[in-house]
C-alpha cells in the first residue's frame, strides 16, 4: 500500500513538472500552426522555381552574375540534383507538393514539436520560400543513422557537407566510406544524362559564386573563417560526443547567411531534448 501511494505521489509530481512543457508545447503549436496557415493562403515559393524549371541538359543557363535575386530561377546545386522531372507537375502542384516534403521533414526533426519549429522564424521563411534548409537539417538528424544522406548537403550546398568531419574524427570509415560512394554513384549515374560537361559547369558556377560579394540582407562573414570555426565545433562535438554541435557547424558554414539559412540549427532539437530528458530521469 505504502508502495502504492509513493508511485501515485512521484506520477503526480512528474505530471505537475510536466506542466509547464505541455503548456508551452500547445502555445508555440497554435502559434505555429497559425504561421502554416498563412504561409498556405500565398504561397510564394520564390526559391523552389530553380527546381521545377531546372533544364537538365543546361542546368546553369540562369546564373547570373550576383547572388541579389536578381537571376530568378538560377540553379546553382549539382548537376544530378537537376534530374528529377518535376516541371512534368503544374506549378501550384508542385509548389505545395514541396511544402509537403518540407513539412515531413519538420515532422521527422520534431514529432510533436513540429509545428512548434514553425514560430523559429527561418523555418517559417525556408517553407515560405520554399528553400532546402529544412531538408537540410533533416539529413543532419538522418545522417547519424544513415550517413550516405549526407550526400544531399554535399551536391546542393556543399559546404554544410562540413557535418561530415564528424565520421573523419571518429574513424567511422565504414560511414564515411558509405558517403562518398553514394556522392560518387549518383555522379556516375547522372553522367548518361547530362554528361562531364555539366559538372565541370558546376564546378564554375560554385567558383564564381564564392568570389561574389555578400548580398545585401546578409552577414558579411566570408565562407572560409566560418568553415573554420565549423570544424572546430564539429570536431570537438565528435571527441565529446555531442551530436547536437553538428547541427551549428551546419549553420555556420552554410554558403551565405542569409536570415532563412539559419533554419539548418533546429537539428539541434531532438538531440539536446534527448540530453534533457537523460539528465532529468
Sequence with gaps: MAITNALRRRLALDRIRDQPARLLWLGLTALGLAFLIATILPPNGYDALAYWIVDPQDPYARVGVDLEGKDQGAFRYAPVMALPPFALLPWPV????????????????????????????????????????ILLAATVVAGFRHPWVWSFALLTKV???????????RREWRSLALIVGAVALLGLASLPFVGVEAWRDWVLVLGSSSGMPSPTG???????????LAAIIVTWGALSDRKWTVAVAVTIAMPTLWPIAFAPVIAAFPFVRARLSARAT
Excluded: K
Excluded at 105 to 132: E, K, M, Q, S
Design 94 to 133: 508542385f509548389r505545395y507538393a514541396w511544402m509537403g516534403l518540407q513539412l515531413a521533414a519538420l515532422w521527422y526533426i520534431g514529432r510533436r514539436w513540429a509545428l512548434a519549429l514553425l514560430v523559429f522564424t527561418p523555418v517559417w521563411l525556408d517553407l515560405v520560400y520554399a528553400n532546402i534548409n
Design 218 to 228: 546578409t552577414l558579411p562573414i566570408p565562407v572560409l573563417p566560418r568553415l573554420v
Design 159 to 169: 559546404t554544410p557537407g562540413i557535418g561530415v568531419l564528424w565520421f573523419a574524427v
